[in-house]
């Protein structure tokens, strides 16, 4: 079996997943938000393709689609890394540091906010509060909270374990 090949079942393997969300909802009327996060779980972000197929699943113009997922930040049409970093920038994180630390993330990596590393494995973006503010300043990779982050050794430390 070719790359190619594999890279199709793959895909229509995802969509499968989607589909079958789609076809056990009680009622498509009023789901699209509900949809587009199982899309952005099942696909790891929401690009034009899986936008259009949504479209034509729920009967809703693609136009409509884009505007949902362009208004809310916790949609993304860029996909994210391996390892997705968020750094908190809430009050409590911020008089803490933690713009050195975003600062830090992004030497590191060689990426900006909101973009992707060469390789796919790390993603960078910022978040208002995390509900950590006793830790301040943190950050966090996928789920795991990283918090007390007061160096460039620290952020070193942290994408050691990655």
Same mark, same amino acid.
């Given at each position: 079996?070719?790359?190619?090949?594999?890279?199709?079942?793959? #895909?229509e393997s995802l969509y499968n997943k989607l589909?079958?969300?789609?076809d056990e909802l009680p009622e498509k009327e009023g789901a699209l938000i509900l949809?587009?996060?199982? %899309?952005?779980?099942?696909?790891?972000?929401?690009?034009?393709?899986? +936008?259009? =197929?949504?479209?034509?699943?729920?009967?809703?113009?693609?136009? +409509?689609?884009?505007?949902?997922?362009?208004?809310?930040?916790? =949609?993304?049409?860029?996909?994210?890394?391996?390892?997705?970093?968020?750094?908190?920038?809430?009050?409590?994180?911020?008089?803490?540091?933690?713009?050195?630390?975003?600062? %830090?993330?992004?030497?590191?990596?060689?990426?900006?906010?909101?973009? #992707?590393? %060469?390789?796919?494995?790390?993603?960078?973006? %910022?978040?208002?509060?995390?509900?950590?503010?006793?830790?301040?300043?943190?950050?966090?990779?996928?789920?795991?909270?990283?918090?007390?982050?007061?160096?460039?050794?620290?952020?070193?430390?942290?994408?050691?374990?990655?």
């Amino acid at each position: 079996m070719g790359c190619d090949e594999c890279t199709n079942k793959l #895909t229509e393997s995802l969509y499968n997943k989607l589909t079958e969300f789609i076809d056990e909802l009680p009622e498509k009327e009023g789901a699209l938000i509900l949809v587009l996060h199982k %899309a952005q779980e099942i696909f790891g972000y929401l690009p034009k393709e899986v +936008q259009i =197929f949504i479209g034509k699943k729920l009967n809703i113009p693609v136009s +409509q689609i884009y505007g949902v997922v362009s208004f809310y930040s916790f =949609f993304t049409m860029i996909p994210k890394g391996k390892y997705p970093i968020s750094v908190c920038l809430g009050t409590a994180c911020y008089v803490r540091g933690a713009d050195k630390v975003l600062e %830090a993330f992004k030497k590191e990596l060689g990426i900006e906010v909101g973009e #992707t590393t %060469a390789d796919g494995k790390f993603s960078l973006d %910022a978040l208002r509060c995390v509900g950590a503010c006793g830790l301040a300043p943190v950050a966090l990779v996928g789920d795991k909270v990283y918090g007390r982050i007061n160096s460039e050794d620290d952020v070193k430390k942290i994408l050691s374990e990655y």
